[in-house]
């Protein structure tokens, strides 16, 4: 087929259908020898025939102006050679570009995950906020959890810091999971009920009689195929991307695609005819895409190192198109969604629908552009220019540790001179033949050229050694608002980057909403809050208002901690003061602030370490304490302190009691040992005054039976005596608890 002209009128003779007798269709005018009026509905050829013009156009555009950008900013991210090297000279190559854009990932990628949630939807009304909070805890699992939401952010910033651009895409996925199942001596009815389950489809089926019965008995075996929506979020690589050379934003593009090379399996996965895709097949020449070189030169379909035996992995140039164009002929451009593939653009779906799901981030746009510049576009002449001054500092240190020789012809070997071994000798016919050719090393005299190119790229981008942490000297020698000065400098250029990124991201967000609510046909039970619930979007409001929820702020985690800690001490002061219902600050704000806090501190899950606060738990919980702290009865509690009184006089006079018991017998015991000692002091004397002996075992022996006789009286007295309640039990020392904590009976 000839190729399209470049006018979207221009008459081709190869795309004029052509009717059974010979004569042009009426698409054509042989008058004017343009295609049918615009208020005419186009035929299929005059429709794919524009399609093809729109698809070559954009390619045009962007694989010549916007390509060549993008491959030279991804080489010196690389930092590939410039190709201006010398054989024998310095060819280092200063990576600014790559230092730069990787400075700047982290704090971007803080910024949009630092939180619980990527974004919130806003309720328009009261009725909504049940929705907006399901929407919101969908959408953010649909991103994080069934996609790889951090790496896909992370891909789409730095797509945007390098190439210009970071391209978020989304669409519905059906997952499809076979299982066989086999049926052995069923019934009739058995087997009817089993195969009108429309995911069955019979493989085998044969009937036999039953000997015993005479009934039909049957032997099945079936295929059972679930197909399961699956919502894909996806970062588009750059060179994939198509738009058209008029367009600003993806809302006023007439024109923009997404083109890549696929498998035919793949496209028969999708639901086309394989007959069709075969003979359409050809790859458009995207395998020869340089961008894809230049970002992997080893990649296998550059050098054709394909499966090609195998016809289902042959690659085939497929194009999903969003095109405004008006086919019927009403006078307004619809956006049709227009698959095709081949190098022919031959047209495999066409349908009309809402939007293009397209969103962009751009770190520095161009009013009234599509594409703006890029932080690569910003730092590569530093990092040539740098580059070419170590090169040059480099080859002059070089030259004065080993300089060039001077010698006198035919006078020296020429073999020794080149021989740079440390203590080798060289020949020469005379003395002074040869000589160092003195160059003095001037490589110093860069060093100031260097340091103020690191101001040109810090005033540029605002990443300079301060705000990355590397200057140690600088930090210690500088005031403390000096270094904060140039720090929030730093954050100033990245939250205005974060700004820009989160519409791009909100864009994204509000087409997965969209998608959502028109294809989810039943509730899905999903897993939220450590919680399995049922979420059913097809009553949401699409058009609900959406906040990017990006950690702003000047300081560091440090500085941003203690503040939420300031702001935590408030909240609970106003909860203590006013209660946990008060018009100011609820639980769920004040849980907010603790799991912020808790996130800092470098822990993502805060569920593990606060509950989600659920209005109704917090209502019976305050029901309950009010009902706990209801005051009793005055004759009631006046009773009770009677009978705490009469417990307490009680205890205290079995005290009393066991004490005099324990005084008496000290005093009996205490008389009877003073009655022995005065007994044996007695003995003692006569024994000495007359030389009579005196037996003192008998004396002792009555005296023991004196106290035995006492202390039985005691344990008499004591068995009759009322019972009284023991003796309280000394509590081991601890750390003190606050009385409502304590045991009854200890506070």
């Avoid at 916007?66 to 010196?76: L, Q, V």
């Avoid at 097949?281 to 230049?294: L, P, S």
């Avoid at 799991?595 to 209502?619: C, H, I, R, Y």
Wanted: aromatic letters at 8%.
């Amino acid at each position: 087929m000839a190729n399209p002209t470049t006018s979207y009128g221009a008459y081709n003779p190869d795309l004029i259908p052509i009717s059974a007798d010979g004569v042009q269709d009426s698409a054509y005018n042989s008058e004017t020898g343009f295609l049918t009026p615009y208020d005419v509905p186009m035929t299929d050829e005059e429709f794919r025939y524009r399609v093809a013009q729109a698809i070559e156009d954009a390619t045009t555009y962007i694989d010549s102006y916007i390509a060549p950008e993008r491959e030279r900013a991804m080489s010196f991210y690389l930092g590939d050679l410039f190709g201006n090297e010398e054989a024998g000279r310095s060819q280092v190559i200063m990576t600014e570009v790559r230092d730069t854009v990787l400075s700047m990932i982290p704090s971007l990628l803080r910024i949009f995950t630092g939180g619980d949630k990527l974004l919130e939807f806003i309720p328009k009304s009261a009725e909504d906020v049940e929705s907006a909070e399901q929407a919101t805890d969908l959408i953010n699992y649909i991103f994080m959890q069934e996609n790889p939401g951090f790496r896909i952010l992370h891909d789409a910033i730095k797509d945007a810091l390098i190439l210009k651009t970071g391209v978020l895409t989304w669409y519905v996925r059906t997952d499809e999971t076979v299982e066989y199942y086999s049926y052995s001596g069923i019934t009739q009815a058995e087997a009817s009920f089993i195969a009108q389950d429309p995911d069955v489809s019979v493989d085998e089926y044969t009937e036999e009689m039953d000997m015993m019965t005479g009934e039909q008995r049957i032997t099945m075996r079936i295929k059972r195929t679930k197909k399961t929506p699956r919502y894909v979020v996806e970062c588009v690589p750059p060179e994939q991307f198509l738009i058209d050379n008029e367009a600003t934003c993806i809302a006023d593009a007439i024109y923009v695609a997404r083109r890549k090379l696929t498998t035919i399996s793949e496209l028969v996965q999708m639901g086309y005819d394989k007959t069709i895709i075969e003979e359409n097949a050809g790859t458009g020449g995207f395998e020869m895409n340089n961008e894809v070189i230049v970002r992997n030169p080893a990649d296998q379909s550059f050098f054709g190192i394909t499966a090609q035996n195998d016809e289902a992995t042959t690659k085939v140039y497929y194009v999903e198109s969003y095109m405004r164009i008006d086919k019927d002929g009403d006078g307004i451009a619809e956006l049709h969604k227009v698959c095709s593939v081949g190098n022919g653009s031959y047209i495999l779906h066409d349908e009309v629908v809402q939007y293009a799901p397209f969103s962009l981030l751009e770190p520095d746009p161009t009013p009234h552009t599509i594409f703006g510049k890029s932080i690569a576009d910003q730092t590569m002449d530093l990092q040539l220019i740098k580059s070419s001054i170590m090169r040059n500092t480099l080859d002059s240190l070089a030259q004065s540790i080993h300089p060039r020789m001077v010698i006198v012809e035919n006078q020296v070997n020429i073999d020794d001179v080149m021989n740079v071994e440390t203590g080798a000798i060289i020949r020469a016919r005379a003395p002074g033949m040869i000589a160092p050719l003195v160059e003095p090393f001037v490589g110093q005299q860069a060093l100031g050229v260097l340091a103020y190119l690191d101001e040109v790229k810090t005033q540029r981008t605002g990443i300079s050694r301060t705000s990355q942490g590397l200057d140690a000297d600088v930090l210690q020698s500088t005031t403390r608002a000096a270094v904060q000065a140039q720090l929030s400098s730093s954050q100033d250029r990245i939250e205005m980057i974060a700004r820009l990124f989160a519409d791009g991201i909100k864009h994204c967000f509000q087409g997965v909403l969209q998608m959502v609510i028109q294809h989810q046909d039943k509730a899905k039970i999903i897993r939220l809050r450590n919680k399995f619930v049922p979420v059913d979007p097809r009553g949401w409001d699409s058009s609900m208002d959406m906040v990017v929820n990006i950690s702003l702020g000047r300081g560091s985690d440090e500085t941003r901690l203690m503040g939420l800690g300031q702001i935590a001490q408030m909240q609970q002061a106003a909860i203590e003061k006013y209660g946990p219902n008060n018009p100011l600050v609820d639980l769920a704000q004040f849980r907010n602030t603790l799991a912020q806090m808790t996130t800092l501190q470098g822990f993502q899950d805060a569920s593990q370490f606060w509950k989600e606060v659920n209005p109704q738990e917090v209502q019976a919980f305050m029901q309950q304490m009010q009902a706990g702290s209801t005051k009793p009865d005055p004759a009631q509690l006046l009773a009770d302190v009677e009978a705490e009184k009469t417990k307490a006089d009680i205890i205290i006079n079995a005290a009393k009691q066991e004490l005099d018991r324990q005084k008496a017998i000290a005093e009996n015991d205490f008389k009877r040992d003073q009655m022995f000692i005065d007994a044996m002091l007695k003995a003692a004397e006569i024994q000495a005054k007359y030389g009579a002996q005196v037996d003192m075992a008998v004396i002792k022996a009555e005296v023991d039976r004196q106290r035995t006789e006492i202390q039985e009286v005691f344990k008499t007295a004591q068995a009759f005596a009322p019972p009284t309640a023991p003796p309280p039990i000394p509590m081991p020392q601890g750390p003190m608890m606050p009385p409502g904590m304590m045991p009854p009976g200890m506070q």
